[in-house]
């Protein structure tokens, strides 16, 4: 079992930036997993943003974040990040961190995922 806890969500203006965390917690381990952060809107399915393949170690990112958004590993391996830049009112949404053991094919594929954290709300507006 693996147990996730997100944080760093909150309100900011069009433009600004935020960078949001995912930890293993409990003693749960992210290593040899797919790691991915995907965000739902109100009304809206929710979408792979930016997912980390165990397969490839390659981050594959939606077209709509690609060149804002950046996804790392902390050095412990246990860690996750995504450094959100520039963000519009689009981005706003919750945001979730997932890990599973994942294909490479559907390494952005919400339904691979077995794990997840709890969300963190993200808010743009001016």
């Known amino acids: 079992q693996v147990q996730l806890v997100e944080s760093g969500g909150g309100l900011v203006q069009p433009g600004e930036s935020l960078t949001l965390s995912c930890a293993g917690s409990g003693g749960s381990s992210l290593d040899g997993y797919a790691v991915g952060w995907f965000r739902q809107a109100p009304g809206k399915e929710r979408e792979g943003v930016s997912c980390?393949?165990?397969?490839?170690?390659?981050?594959y990112s939606a077209n709509a974040v690609k060149g804002r958004f950046t996804m790392s590993r902390g050095n412990d391996k246990n860690t996750v990040y995504l450094q959100m830049d520039g963000l519009q009112p689009d981005d706003a949404a919750d945001y979730y961190c997932?890990?599973?053991?994942?294909?490479?094919?559907?390494?952005?594929?919400?339904?691979?995922?077995?794990?997840w954290g709890q969300g963190t709300q993200v808010t743009v507006s001016s």
């Open positions: 997932a890990a599973g053991v994942v294909i490479l094919s559907r390494t952005r594929d919400v339904s691979a995922y077995t794990y």
């Open positions: 980390l393949s165990s397969i490839d170690s390659v981050t």
